[in-house]
């Protein structure tokens, strides 16, 4: 059974940061493209940030700068370190996993505001 588990939301002031972790289990972790999706209310849902298993990543403009993906694969996770966050951030983050099959993480909220 497949399974992506995001922790680290919450709720931050603008400026703040927040680092998400998403921990997989069930797949052949080190095949799969990990990335970090995100949909605010009445928003379709939009790639944050990804990372091959060749190391590539690919990341939102708007977030460039600010937000770093990484990964551990002898750990099976995937971590999102978000800094200056603005209130346009605000969303719930989904893990994402994608080789043959694209799998997804329950998602987690983080809320930006003052």
């Known amino acids: 059974q497949v399974q992506l588990v995001e922790s680290g939301g919450g709720s931050v002031q603008p400026g703040g940061s927040l680092r998400l972790s998403c921990a997989a289990s069930?797949?052949?972790?080190?095949?799969?493209?990990m990335g970090w999706y995100r949909q605010a209310p009445g928003k379709q849902r939009e790639l944050v940030a990804s990372?091959?298993?060749?190391?590539?990543?690919n990341y939102l403009d708007s977030v460039k700068g600010r937000f770093t993906i990484s990964r551990d694969n002898a750990k099976n996770t995937v971590t999102l370190q978000m800094n200056s966050l603005k209130p346009e951030d605000t969303a719930v983050y989904y893990c994402?996993?994608?080789?043959?099959?694209?799998?997804w993480g329950q998602g987690t909220q983080v809320t930006v505001s003052s």
């Open positions: 990372l091959s298993t060749a190391g590539n990543s």
């Open positions: 069930g797949i052949n972790f080190n095949i799969h493209t």
């Open positions: 994402n996993a994608r080789w043959l099959s694209t799998y």
